[in-house]
């Protein structure tokens, strides 16, 4: 019988010193690419992304906004009384936006013995302490209109006058409820046209003289400045800071068309500026004013005296009537500012039309200050135009707003804060979420979160009838969610998305990994190759072995 022995079959080896620092460089090849240079790559690569409340941002307009008011009833006769707050209670009860607290207030021996609405009214406002945003109702018997309202947070009624009247001034007048549903409003058409107020304004006050030879007009505008406008400015402070500068500019020229309308004055002629004409004028004289020289959004106020030779200057609308009011002509534009035609007065341009030596004069600083106090309101949003059949309204003679007036515009604004803060962090979550590769660093998660928290703290200080703080709560919310948005960081990476990653990188690492795997195949077949050894000395099935973990038989 002719018997074979089989030997075990060695796996072939080059010399054992190269193989030996052959294995050692590939194991430390893959080590620094697997073990340092991936995790470094990772790192590098991977976008920086603060933790937000995302969920309960989006989440802020399920919570509605909601304002609690405390409004005090004084009446001579006590059912009376109380009949009027049972009505306003059913009126305002099923309110969405108003919570609104009526208070009987007691006669006593002191307000029965008033005998001036003027009296009764200080008499209350001292005994009954009241809060930023209250109101008072003050009833005098021999009051010509139905509601007065005063300068103060009160309003004098008469005895007749109807629960339903009180409940429309609220609505119209105290509360603005037509201007808060604007700006609550989800519908477009329905939706406040003008954008929230800023933290910060330069209010930039210019006087043009197109021909100061001819024209000797003399005004010390910075002191008329000082005395009007930076005190009324102080007044309203408590949402907008303001920077008030005034300037004196030259040879600078309307471009419009005016139209000479014969007349009956000494002068015998006056010239028309068409209402329409009006837009094309600001844009002309728009870009000799000095532009404000910081960031903040600026109101110009501009005083123009016209030369003698188209003066004096009024406006006409369309169908040709004069829009002189008070003997002044003048208009708004918001939110870019206010006009106001400053005419020489007759016997100066007289004298200028004989052609004698030009008479100085002295600008009113009364009358045009008032009128750009009148516009400052407009263009501040702070006056209510709203007339009401049987409502007076009492002038105002003092360097600030009507109490009630100004404390409306604070709620109005903080509310108006609130809903811009919210949809501001909402789109801004929004983005965040369909955009991944969008870095949201410390400073931008500070501010969102910050904003968050003051939107919260804003809604339950105007629930809790405080509404002094939800003004500076929600200021402070709208001016961080426009940091955040606004923020240049943001950007970083915007234009270098995952696509462009994969393309500049792909080509970068793919020579380098070319090795790595070839590496591998070779570290795998020396591997295989031991476990034969192995599996021999064991008596295991070598070819099996390296089957079974996937590694070529030798």
């Known amino acids: 019988m002719e018997t074979s022995s089989s030997s075990p079959v060695k796996p072939r080896r080059k010399d054992k010193d190269e193989d030996k620092f052959r294995i050692g460089a590939t194991v430390a090849f893959i080590v620094v690419i697997i073990g340092i240079g991936v995790p470094m790559w990772w790192r590098t690569t991977t976008v920086y992304r603060v933790n937000l409340p995302s969920t309960e941002i989006l989440s802020l307009s399920e919570t509605p906004i909601k304002t609690a008011v405390q409004v005090a009833i ?71 209109e139905e509601l007065l309202l005063t300068t103060e947070r009160s309003a004098l009624m008469r005895s007749d006058t109807p629960s339903n009247k009180i409940a429309q001034l609220l609505h119209a007048k105290i509360l603005q409820t037509y201007r808060i549903n604007q700006i609550l409003s989800t519908d477009e058409r329905m939706g406040a046209k003008s954008e929230a107020p800023q933290p910060a304004y330069d209010v930039i006050v210019s006087v043009l003289n197109p021909k100061p030879r001819l024209t000797h007009a003399k005004w010390n505008i910075a002191m008329a400045v000082k005395t009007y406008i930076e005190p009324w400015l102080a007044k309203v402070s408590g949402v907008s800071n303001y920077t008030v500068r005034s300037q004196w500019k030259y040879r600078v020229a309307i471009e419009a068309d005016i139209k000479q309308v014969r007349d009956q004055s000494k002068l015998g002629r006056h010239y028309a500026l068409q209402e329409s004409a009006l837009p094309h004028l600001l844009t002309s004289i728009a870009q000799n004013l000095s532009a404000s020289t910081t960031d903040k959004p600026a109101i ?255």
């Not at 099923?94 to 208070?103: G, Q, R």
Request: with cysteine; aromatic share 10%; hydrophobic share 45%.
């Open 74 to 144: 004084y009446t001579q006769q006590p059912i009376r009384g109380q009949l009027l707050i049972a009505e306003l209670q059913s009126a305002f009860s099923d309110n969405e936006i108003w919570s609104v607290e009526f208070k009987q207030l007691s006669s006593t021996p002191k307000t029965q013995e008033a005998h001036t609405p003027a009296a009764l009214e200080k008499l209350l406002l001292e005994e009954n302490v009241q809060s930023v945003g209250d109101f008072m109702f003050i009833e005098w018997p021999k009051l010509q």
């Open 300 to 554: 110009n106020l501009v005083v123009y005296i016209p030369p003698c030779h188209i003066a004096p200057l009024h406006i006409y609308n369309s169908k040709d009537q004069r829009l002189t009011r008070n003997n002044v002509d003048a208009f708004i534009s918001p939110p870019w500012g206010g006009f106001i035609i400053a005419n020489p007065p007759e016997h100066v341009c007289l004298a200028a039309t004989s052609d004698q030596q030009a008479i100085a004069y002295h600008v009113s600083t009364t009358d045009n200050m008032q009128v750009m106090l009148d516009q400052l309101h407009k263009l501040l949003d702070i006056s209510s135009e709203l007339q009401m059949e049987g409502v007076k309204v009492v002038d105002i003679e003092q360097l600030e707003p009507r109490r009630w007036e100004y404390e409306a515009y604070l709620r109005r604004t903080a509310i108006r804060h609130i809903s811009t803060a919210s949809s501001t962090l909402q789109s801004l979550i929004k983005l965040l979420d369909q955009i991944s590769y969008i870095v949201i660093d410390d400073e931008v998660g500070a501010a969102i979160t910050n904003s968050y928290a003051d939107i919260l703290a804003a809604k339950a200080a105007l629930l809790e009838h405080r509404l002094a703080d939800a003004s500076v709560l929600a200021k402070r919310a709208f001016v961080a969610s426009e940091r955040g948005f606004f923020d240049a960081s943001l950007l970083a990476q915007l234009y270098f998305p995952d696509e462009q990653k994969y393309a500049i990188y792909i080509p970068l690492f793919l020579p380098i990994m070319v090795p790595v795997l070839s590496s591998f195949n070779m570290l795998r077949s020396v591997w295989c190759g031991l476990l034969l050894h192995l599996g021999f000395t064991w008596n295991i099935s070598s070819p099996g072995l390296c089957v079974l973990l996937n590694l070529p038989a030798v």
